[in-house]
């Protein structure tokens, strides 16, 4: 054989697995994003993925989908499905349910969920198994916190009203209720829950608040009531009707107080399940992760067009004080 010809059979094969790892590291990640109509994906979340060498247009590609019902969901999932998404990312459990209907092979990461343990979409926080994990910010502890605030601030309280999405996994649904009832009637606390699923009916659940002469509002934290977040603040402060909220964004936005996860801390830590599973890392392997640091805060401004004084014990332990 001839000696450059020799050179030349060497150098291609020293020179293939280096082209082959190239084009490795050049692949571009799919992730799909699904969540309500004019809920994006949080900035904290994309931040920390930048953080940890994931950058948008270099190695990964977001395909979003927007519904404007939890109904359209599952078939968001198909479409992502269909062009062989690599992740798929949501925001609440009630998203999970409807996406795992669609598909027990893509790997789900949900940023912010609520109780898995009981919606039957994981087999265990330590173990979730099948391709679902992420971050729960659910606790039992924190309802109690909340019901107890409200009766710091409002002692009188008596009657409280739940403004819930529908539809959500039943097992949710229903260690939620068992948690608030029990805190709610160690207070002396009645509640009602007012289940909202449709846009446009606000109003109407409202009226049925005031008819039922509701003394307060608690409401859960969700993808479709956050969409809807605006609306139900203007509605509550028409009607003097004092709102917590599940996570501080509420009390932000115009809520008289709101008690819960730090959500920055939880997005971040989202991130880094997305970063395990490309990875390599199964979903069903990687722990349910839980938030550690959590916020109270107050907007005094709501406070103040509801003519009402927030004690100074209860001010004193505010993370974070709107005025």
């Not at 030349?8 to 082209?19: M, N």
């Not at 926080?125 to 409002?154: C, D, F, S, W």
């Not at 606000?202 to 307060?216: H, K």
């Amino acid at each position: 054989m001839d000696r450059r010809a020799l050179l030349a059979g060497i150098a291609s094969v020293v020179a293939a697995p280096r082209a082959t790892g190239a084009q490795s590291a050049r692949k571009v990640w799919r992730i799909g994003w699904i969540s309500i109509t004019g809920i994006p994906r949080p900035d904290t979340f994309d931040r920390a993925l930048n953080d940890l060498g994931w950058v948008e247009g270099k190695n990964i590609a977001f395909e979003n989908r927007y519904v404007s019902s939890p109904a359209g969901i599952q078939q968001a999932t198909e479409e992502l499905v269909r062009v062989r998404i690599d992740i798929i990312l949501t925001i609440s459990t009630g998203h999970a349910e409807q996406i795992l209907k669609a598909t027990r092979t893509t790997p789900v990461i949900v940023l912010a969920s609520g109780e898995l343990g009981s919606s039957g979409l994981v087999a265990s926080l330590g173990r979730p198994g099948g391709n679902l994990t992420g971050m729960q910010i659910y606790a039992p502890e924190l309802m109690g916190k909340r019901l107890q605030l409200l009766r710091e601030v409002l002692p009188g309280v008596s009657r409280l009203v739940i403004l819930r999405p529908g539809p959500l996994p039943a097992g949710l649904v229903n260690a939620y209720l068992q948690m608030t009832d029990e805190t709610a009637g160690k207070l002396g606390i009645r509640t009602r829950y007012v289940v909202f699923e449709t846009p446009g009916t606000l109003r109407s659940l409202f009226a049925g608040i005031v008819r039922e002469r509701d003394e307060a509002l608690l409401v859960w934290s969700h993808p479709f009531t956050r969409a809807h977040g605006r609306e139900i603040l203007d509605l509550a402060i028409k009607h003097r009707l004092p709102v917590i909220g599940e996570v501080g964004e509420w009390a932000k936005q115009g809520s008289l107080l709101a008690y819960g996860p730090n959500m920055d801390e939880v997005f971040r830590q989202a991130a880094t399940y997305v970063d395990r599973v490309l990875r390599g890392a199964k979903p069903g392997d990687l722990p349910i992760g839980q938030p550690t640091t959590f916020e109270l805060v107050i907007n005094l401004k709501t406070a103040k067009a509801l003519a009402l004084t927030i004690p100074q014990s209860v001010l004193g332990r505010a993370d974070q004080v709107i005025e």
